[in-house]
């Protein structure tokens, strides 16, 4: 796994690309909803690789492991709790085997909707879950703890992180337009603290882009000096008559946003919740506009 030190020399003085959305693409692909959905990736390698592969072609730097919730507290529920650290080594392996020119990110999500993550007694329960899960991910290039909700949860990851060895860990928070955690707390204080204590990159993840999301960029920007990372949904999403979320945002419109985003100083840039490998090619084709933006400013 890469330190800090080696994840920001990679990245260098210019932006780097994520990925874009996986669940939202596995659902489209056939995934069922309500299912443990690392446990339908592994039953269904193919699917999962070919999306990472068309992201990779899309000039992705950075591909998510899908391990969004494959930790013990989650994968109780299909019987795997005792396989977590394998789960998440296999995943990550899957990812590699998708994607071997690109780093791989082992991914960390929010508990919140099998505990209360928000609750100081919960904190020890949240540090166990993570530190096994981080076990499995060890393989992985870097670790993201994204659509974070709490303060208290990026704190669990930080603890388990070092805890269990690990480098480089980029932190990503779902957030109001106005930069205001779910919480209630400013994100930028918090994020500002999450840098000094050693993040790799700090950001937010499945905030609706709109014309709103490049100010929240900049507002961020102001509370942080290392890379600033902007994952957001390809729009806000509408429910059709079988109740899924659709978003409505094309990839050419969403790069506008994203561009504008990378000019506001963001340098880690990919898509969560609607976006495809089409809207991630529409951006890395404005790095270009992103990098000569940002040598005239100082960005």
């Not at 030190?5 to 909803?33: C, H, I, Q």
């Not at 000039?59 to 709790?81: D, M, R, S």
């Not at 879950?129 to 709490?150: F, H, M, S």
């Not at 000019?263 to 992103?290: D, F, S, W, Y």
């Amino acid at each position: 796994m890469l330190t800090r030190e080696d994840f920001w020399e990679k990245l260098g003085d210019g932006v780097y690309f994520l990925d874009g959305a996986t669940g939202s693409n596995l659902l489209a692909a056939g995934m069922p909803r309500g299912i443990c959905s690392e446990k339908w990736v592994l039953e269904h390698p193919d699917i999962l690789v070919d999306l990472q592969r068309r992201y990779a072609a899309s000039g992705a730097q950075i591909i998510y492991a899908p391990t969004f919730q494959a930790q013990p507290i989650a994968l109780k529920a299909v019987g795997w709790e005792a396989q977590t650290e394998d789960v998440n080594r296999r995943l990550v392996a899957l990812s590699r085997s998708a994607a071997p020119d690109c780093l791989i990110a082992g991914d960390i999500a929010t508990l919140a909707a099998f505990c209360d993550s928000w609750d100081p007694k919960n904190f020890d329960l949240l540090v166990e879950n993570y530190r096994r899960q981080i076990r499995g991910l060890l393989d992985a290039d870097l670790l993201i703890a994204e659509t974070l909700l709490y303060p208290q949860e990026a704190e669990a990851v930080l603890c388990a992180a070092e805890l269990e060895g690990a480098g480089a860990v980029m932190y990503s928070f779902t957030m109001q337009p106005d930069g205001t955690l779910f919480s209630g707390a400013d994100a930028g204080p918090v994020l500002r603290e999450l840098e000094a204590a050693g993040a790799a990159a700090v950001g937010f993840n499945c905030v609706a882009a709109d014309m709103m999301t490049p100010y929240l960029v900049s507002k961020l920007r102001r509370y942080v000096k290392g890379p600033l990372l902007c994952k957001p949904n390809a729009g806000l999403p509408v429910i059709n008559d079988q109740g899924i979320a659709e978003y409505p945002m094309e990839p050419e419109e969403f790069s506008q946003i994203l561009l504008q985003c990378g000019q506001n100083g963001a340098r880690l840039l990919g898509g969560c919740c609607g976006t495809t490998p089409a809207h991630m090619t529409a951006a890395v084709q404005k790095r270009m506009e992103i990098s000569d933006f940002s040598k005239k400013t100082g960005n």
